[in-house]
């Protein structure tokens, strides 16, 4: 089902995609940096995983449309694709609903996916748990910006202009952008990953067999606000195993593997990089699961 709070825009030129399962605060504040864009023309589509479509105020300056895609267990594959579907632009910015957008990252993701032909990734930085939803509303974007931390496995980007990335599985999902075409060429997401994880690192390498290379896209700054975070992610163990073991039967290598390496040494799967398959112990214990929440000074896993 589709609702629509405006229809597409004539001159609209990106579609802003977003997944969203509770968080409505988050959502709040995506919304409320995307209407600080310095390129106006682009709509918002909603895929909403939820049985109450999201609050969106009608006062917002671009075109909403939300889109609801029904699953127990979070179907985030199958929401981007229908995100991806009723889009009316040929240029696909995927966003998370963690994520607040820096005033120029429409604006970025546009001319570089322009010029670029890439499938591009966009830089993003962490909020501390210490930072709340009162803060982010009284704070300009830079002054949230100067509290964010960066994430140690990516780069930070200073140059302008794209920077080309060679490892294809760097593909991250919560801040990316390429053409309809280059999405739906390669097949777009394996709507059989369920849960968390896996369906991202799928896609990366469906876009690599279609011959859609990686760049990351500077000047495209998003701030991740902050959840609860579980090292390792014991509350997502069924999903992890479930996806991990489909991904190795399509192409023949494993992902999440730093996350099976953790469940294989906390004695919980029998499991090495060479394996075929992955052997359940035991699966963690409630307690177990609680013990690997994160406080609020842990921003991401």
């Not at 229908?82 to 001319?111: M, N, S």
């Not at 996916?113 to 591009?120: F, M, N, P, V």
Request: hydrophobic letters at 40%; glycine letters at 8%; a negative charge.
């Amino acid at each position: 089902m589709t609702s629509n709070t405006d229809t597409g825009a004539r001159g609209t030129k990106a579609s802003v995609l977003t997944l969203v399962r509770g968080r409505q605060a988050h959502l709040d504040a995506l919304i409320d940096g995307l209407t600080r864009q310095t390129e106006p023309a682009f709509e918002l589509i909603i895929a909403s995983m939820q049985p109450e479509p999201p609050r969106i105020s009608a006062e917002v300056p671009f075109p909403v449309r939300v889109v609801t895609v029904p699953g127990e267990r979070m179907p985030l594959a199958a929401a981007r694709n229908a995100a991806a579907r009723a889009a009316d632009t040929e240029r696909l910015i995927f966003l998370d609903v963690d994520c607040i957008p820096g005033p120029e990252l429409v604006g970025q993701y546009i001319r570089q996916l322009d010029a670029s032909g890439r499938c591009l990734l966009g830089e993003v930085r962490y909020l501390p748990g210490t930072c709340s939803t009162e803060d982010i509303k009284a704070s300009t974007f830079a002054d949230l910006a100067g509290f964010a931390v960066q994430h140690p496995a990516r780069p930070s980007l200073e140059s302008d202009g794209w920077i080309d990335e060679p490892e294809h599985r760097a593909l991250w999902g919560l801040s990316f952008a390429l053409t309809k075409d280059q999405y739906f060429s390669a097949g777009g997401m394996d709507e059989l990953y369920v849960g968390y994880g896996g369906e991202e690192t799928d896609f990366a390498e469906r876009l690599a067999a279609n011959g859609t290379r990686l760049a990351w896209c500077s000047d495209a700054l998003a701030l991740h606000q902050y959840h609860t975070v579980y090292t390792p992610p014991l509350d997502r163990f069924d999903d992890i195993i479930e996806n991990a073991t489909r991904f190795r039967a399509t192409w023949g290598s494993w992902c999440l593997e730093y996350w099976l390496d953790y469940f294989a040494r906390y004695g919980l799967v029998r499991w090495a990089l060479d394996a075929d398959r992955i052997e359940i112990l035991r699966r963690p214990t409630p307690q177990e699961v609680e013990a690997s929440r994160q406080g609020p000074e842990i921003a991401f896993a």
